[in-house]
């Protein structure tokens, strides 16, 4: 019953940056019950302004997402027709609004900020998918930000283990979650 019998091979293994970056992790999200609501704030490790202003040589990456942007504007019609629609599906779940549309306080929040940050997004065609065949995706890593962002501890289990425990269950569940964010 020593803890440290109770401790997983994975918890062993764990660095302690790793450790670090977990518990940063953990405080970048708040819970309000009382209005059901999940706040997540970004777990920068480093000064995102400073790093951000060196990556973009510029106080914003807008000319690399517009890059992005116009590449995406040269794919066929029936593809943009496809994306408006995923687009238009996700401002109406409320994934993505207009800045127009937010509260003065937010707008001036996100006007004054001293770096911009654009997520330049592509659109991805899987046909074979039923619930989502066409997707907008972000790619973090092409800005930089997933750079300045803590890992935090692997939390993926073992394919060979996760078959392991499933057929020692009574049940077995299978979710796909479409549209998380």
Not at 9 to 31: H, L, N, Y
Not at 62 to 76: D, I, L, N, W
Request: with cysteine.
């Amino acid at each position: 019953n020593c803890n440290d019998c109770k401790m997983s091979g994975k918890t062993r293994a764990m660095t302690v940056r790793e450790k670090q970056e977990q518990e940063i992790i953990e405080k970048s999200v708040t819970i309000d019950i009382t209005k059901s609501q999940v706040q997540v704030k970004l777990p920068f490790m480093t000064d995102p302004i400073q790093a951000l202003r060196l990556k973009f040589k510029a106080d914003d990456n807008k000319r690399e997402a517009m890059k992005v942007y116009h590449s995406q504007c040269q794919k066929p019609e029936d593809q943009k027709i496809a994306v408006r629609k995923v687009e238009a599906d996700l401002v109406n779940l409320n994934f993505m609004q207009r800045l127009d549309t937010l509260p003065k306080a937010t707008q001036n929040q996100i006007i004054n900020t001293p770096v911009k940050h654009y997520f330049p997004w592509r659109m991805v065609f899987k046909v074979e998918l039923t619930s989502t065949p066409v997707c907008l995706v972000v790619n973090p890593s092409m800005t930089g930000l997933n750079m300045l962002l803590a890992k935090g501890e692997n939390v993926i289990g073992k394919i060979s283990d996760i078959l392991v425990r499933n057929r020692l269950g009574k049940h077995v569940v299978s979710i796909d979650i479409c549209k998380i964010y």
